[in-house]
């Protein structure tokens, strides 16, 4: 006789459309050979879809590399933090990515990646491509280290542009906006491994959440549903670069 968990076997039950089982558009991560890293990247991806940190943090690109450079860390793989700016490149036009004299209202110049093994670019910091030029961007983007003096890394965009992050200028915002931010990072980390813990039970809470219109994010940490977003606690957009 089989025991029946309430809980598990209540969640396989839920539709696959329900917004907590959204699947991450992760289709650049085709470029990793590695098998382990790319399934280490698919459900870190996940996870952050589920925990909503592409919505908060995403414009933040100095938060989430710090934060994707240390979880990569833990798991035993080399990964750092690295300043850049990226450019989109289309026809004739050019869309800057934290370059100098380039930044939006509100916004830092300058733009951070991680870097992992030397080998792979990961940048999970888009939402301002999101926010300024297509509001169906990717949240994430992988591309193998480009080992040419012009461009750190270059990735065919599905419109046809391109994508190239340089290294020629790094702006001198992104090393302090790194220091700035390590309580920040700290905290979004406790909340990821908080969930790492307790999986089951946060997404029947994230369930609960989206049946009643609440915000779900203060699930994850541990707050009152009602509780504010533009709290100290929770990571200013105008960081982001």
């Known amino acids: 006789m089989r025991l029946v968990n309430r809980f598990t076997d209540g969640l396989a039950c839920i539709p696959l459309q329900f917004p907590i089982y959204r699947q991450m558009n992760t289709a650049s991560l085709q470029v990793v050979q590695d098998e382990k890293l790319a399934q280490d990247l698919r459900l870190i991806a996940a996870d952050f879809e589920i925990l909503d940190f592409f919505h908060h943090f995403g414009s933040s690109c100095f938060a989430m590399s710090a934060t994707l450079a240390q979880?990569?860390?833990?798991?035993?793989?080399?990964?750092?933090?690295?300043?850049?700016?990226?450019?989109?490149?289309?026809?004739n036009g050019i869309f800057y990515i934290?370059?100098?004299?380039?930044?939006?209202?509100?916004?830092?110049?300058?733009?951070?990646?991680?870097?992992?093994?030397?080998?792979?670019?990961?940048d999970f910091g888009l939402g301002t491509l999101k926010k300024h030029y297509a509001a169906d961007f990717k949240s994430?983007?992988?591309?193998?280290?480009?080992?040419?003096?012009?461009?750190?890394?270059?990735?065919?965009?599905?419109?046809?542009?391109?994508?190239?992050?340089?290294?020629?200028?790094?702006?001198?915002m992104v090393e302090l906006e790194l220091q700035s931010q390590v309580a920040s990072v700290e905290r979004i980390l406790a909340v990821y491994e908080d969930f790492q813990k307790n999986r089951v039970a946060y997404l029947v809470r994230k369930m609960f959440a989206a049946n009643h219109h609440l915000p779900t994010f203060?699930?994850?940490?541990?707050?009152?549903?009602?509780?504010?977003?533009?709290?100290?606690?929770?990571?200013?957009?105008?960081?982001?670069?």
Not at 100 to 118: L, R, S, T
């Open 140 to 172: 994430t983007l992988v591309s193998k280290i480009a080992g040419s003096a012009d461009y750190l890394a270059h990735v065919r965009l599905e419109n046809g542009a391109d994508m190239i992050w340089r290294t020629d200028w790094i702006s001198p």
């Open 98 to 122: 934290g370059y100098q004299g380039f930044a939006h209202a509100g916004q830092k110049e300058g733009h951070a990646v991680c870097i992992v093994n030397e080998e792979y670019l990961l």
């Open 71 to 91: 979880i990569l860390t833990k798991k035993g793989y080399q990964a750092r933090v690295q300043g850049c700016y990226g450019e989109i490149r289309k026809d």
């Open 218 to 241: 203060n699930l994850a940490l541990n707050l009152p549903l009602n509780f504010p977003l533009d709290s100290p606690l929770v990571l200013s957009q105008s960081q982001a670069a």
